[in-house]
């Protein structure tokens, strides 16, 4: 049980941080419904309500696909390839990679063919 109430202690007192440099660095044009120095004061005067008021009623919300707070929001980027199987340039180079071996490996299979390499003649000597 105290360890419960110590873990919920720590995560109260996390989230009440949390909140007030959120306050502090958001700028004031951004805040919604109070001015910024009256949410500094009800998030540090009331850490869990405060904290959470501030969460509901207070940040700024972003608009939808972006990522940051700033007045130059950007908009979010493209995905990164996570596989292989993405990437066209890679797939092109596989093909043609597959496609030099499949040859080399006709050319030693049959040297008769009509695209192997004549074998140069030895000179006499």
Excluded: H
Excluded at 33 to 42: E, G, T
Aim: glycine content about 4%; some cysteine; hydrophobic content about 40%.
């Amino acid at each position: 049980m105290v360890i419960i109430r110590g873990v919920i202690t720590l995560l109260v007192i996390g989230l009440w941080l949390y909140c007030v440099l959120d306050v502090i660095t958001t700028e004031p044009a951004r805040i919604r419904n109070m001015p910024k120095l009256l949410w500094l004061l009800v998030v540090i005067l009331l850490p869990t309500a405060g904290s959470l008021l501030w969460l509901i009623a207070g940040r700024p919300r972003l608009p939808k696909g972006y990522t940051t707070y700033t007045d130059q929001a950007v908009p979010p980027r493209e995905p990164r390839r996570l596989s292989p199987d993405d990437d066209e340039e890679f797939l092109r180079k596989l093909r043609e990679r597959a496609e030099e071996q499949r040859r080399s490996a006709r050319e030693k299979a049959d040297p008769e063919s009509p695209d192997a390499p004549k074998p140069e003649p030895a000179p006499d000597e």
